[in-house]
């Protein structure tokens, strides 16, 4: 199984509301990614979780947080979010945070703040 | 920041035609992947190529890597409409930082 699922597909907000994003994985992979992608530009890395611990946060706003609860699971947990935050919101992972390792993506989440 | 920047941004052609994308970079890296993206969806990995090889290929692909001009170039031979994508080289960061990092991305379009 080489999947990385993502819910919801698609998630309409306003300002105050707070949800989360989830991803799973069970390849047994130990490093987990968000990624933030703009409509015709690259994705961005936000965080990653290496062995269920952040290991990188990219400077991103508070007003995300992500949350690893098991090897298997990543959370992203949206609190007053802002209109520039609408995007679409990829999980990632691969075996470990080494060099020469593929990252599985997810279908990604359509995110819209409005 | 970006590291990896696609060229073309945009790349036009006929079904049966090769498309070749150019993607380079800034730093030193440990390896470099391209990766393909249907419009909206999640990405799929395509292949890697290390940092001491030259050459990479894959059924109708086909992967150079020159690390003394820091650039890489992926071929698609003998394209289908089923090819069009988006495509995207990514970076790790060397010494240790292994931040991906992807390019701008080249927007593939192949008319049957």
């Known amino acids: 199984d080489t999947e990385v699922t993502q819910t919801p597909k698609h998630l309409v907000m306003g300002m105050t509301n707070k949800k989360s994003l989830k991803c799973e994985q069970h390849?047994?992979?130990?490093?987990m990614y968000w990624y933030k992608q703009k409509a015709k530009k690259p994705p961005e890395l936000m965080f990653v979780?290496?062995?269920?611990?952040?290991?990188i946060n990219e400077s991103v706003p508070s007003r995300f947080s992500p949350e690893c609860p098991n090897s298997s699971l990543l959370n992203l947990h949206l609190h007053a979010l802002q209109p520039e935050d609408s995007a679409l919101y990829l999980c990632?992972?691969?075996?470990?945070?080494?060099?020469?390792?593929?990252?599985?993506f997810g279908p990604g989440t359509r995110l819209l703040v409005l | 920041s970006q590291q990896g920047e696609e060229d073309p941004q945009a790349l036009s052609i006929q079904e049966g035609e090769n498309a070749t994308m150019n993607c380079s970079y800034k730093t030193s890296i440990n390896n470099l992947q391209w990766y393909r993206q249907n419009s909206g969806r999640g990405l799929v990995h395509l292949i890697l190529i290390r940092s001491n090889e030259r050459e990479k290929h894959s059924g109708r692909l086909r992967v150079t890597l020159d690390t003394s001009k820091k650039s890489s170039s992926l071929l698609i031979t003998a394209s289908r409409a089923a090819d069009t994508a988006s495509y995207f080289c990514a970076t790790d960061g060397a010494g240790g930082s292994y931040i991906p990092t992807f390019g701008r991305g080249t927007s593939l379009i192949v008319h049957p």
């Open positions: 979780y290496s062995y269920e611990k952040l290991s």
């Open positions: 990632a992972s691969s075996q470990d945070r080494r060099a020469q390792e593929t990252q599985y």
């Open positions: 390849m047994g992979h130990r490093a």
